[in-house]
T-cell receptor
Framework: NAGVTQTPKFQVLKTGQSMTLQCAQD?????MYWYRQDPGMGLRLIYY???????DKGEVPNGYNVSRLNKREFSLRLESAAPSQTSVYFC????????????????FGQGTRLTVV | AQSVTQPDIHITVSEGASLELRCNYS??????LFWYVQSPGQGLQLLLK??????LVQGIKGFEAEFKRSQSSFNLRKPSVHWSDAAEYFC?????????????FGAGTRLAVHP
């Protein structure tokens, strides 16, 4: 069972470079999320996609863009990386968004550790 | 605004001792509540969740949590800790107030277990 798969697992970027973090889930979930994890701050939501074809900003969207390519895939793009974007990035998916009927348990990928120098 | 507070950043217990991790939330209605565990270098795994009904919920790995509305708390407990429980634990709240909502996470509690 693959669950949620993120690539790459590690990445080092120079300031100003761009990159795309890939995420795919094989659980036929409707909702997908991108979080960043920083020491002492827990997980903060960057963007989410409640269903295929929709995306919305979370708590910390500045400097990021997302694409819900299809039901399985949800990518996160850094157009011009900055040192403040050094973090661990987690993709997650759930059958239904929190607050809606249905299974709102979020399943997480293994994370991408990104360093911007 | 909704928020989650985990007052303890680090906790150290001896193997075999009991454990309680605290979680307090600020929310205007009954929230959906979750506890996740993160082992080093891994993603987050759901331990247990509370949506409604019985306020004492059982989870995986011998964990349980109790929802106390009057105290706005959802503390995680385990009667006897194993060395493999050393990890970081996150409490999360799922808002229910309309629209497409999201999980709000606490800052986490890092648990160390002494042999």
């Amino acid at each position: 069972n693959a669950g949620v798969t993120q690539t790459p697992k590690f990445q080092v970027l120079k300031t100003g470079q761009s990159m795309t973090l890939q995420c795919a889930q094989d659980m036929n979930h409707n909702s997908m999320y991108w979080y960043r994890q920083d020491p002492g701050m827990g997980l903060r939501l960057i963007y989410y996609s409640a269903s295929e074809g929709t995306t919305d900003k979370g708590e910390v969207p500045n400097g990021y863009n997302v694409s819900r390519l299809n039901k399985r895939e949800f990518s996160l793009r850094l157009e011009s990386a900055a040192p403040s974007q050094t973090s661990v990035y987690f993709c997650a998916s759930s059958e239904a968004p929190p607050g809606r009927s249905g299974n709102t348990e979020a399943f997480f990928g293994q994370g991408t550790r990104l360093t911007v120098v | 605004a909704q928020s989650v507070t985990q007052p303890d950043i680090h906790i150290t217990v001896s193997e075999g001792a009991s454990l309680e991790l605290r979680c307090n939330y600020s929310y205007g209605a009954t929230p959906y509540l979750f506890w996740y565990v993160q082992s080093p270098g891994q993603g987050l795994q759901l331990l247990l969740k509370y949506f409604s009904g019985d306020t004492l919920v059982q989870g995986i790995k011998g964990f349980e949590a109790e929802f106390k509305r009057s105290q706005s708390s959802f503390n995680l407990r385990k009667p006897s800790v194993h060395w493999s429980d050393a990890a970081e634990y996150f409490c999360a709240v799922g808002p229910v107030s309309g629209g497409y909502n999201k999980l709000i996470f606490g800052a986490g509690t890092r648990l160390a277990v002494h042999p």
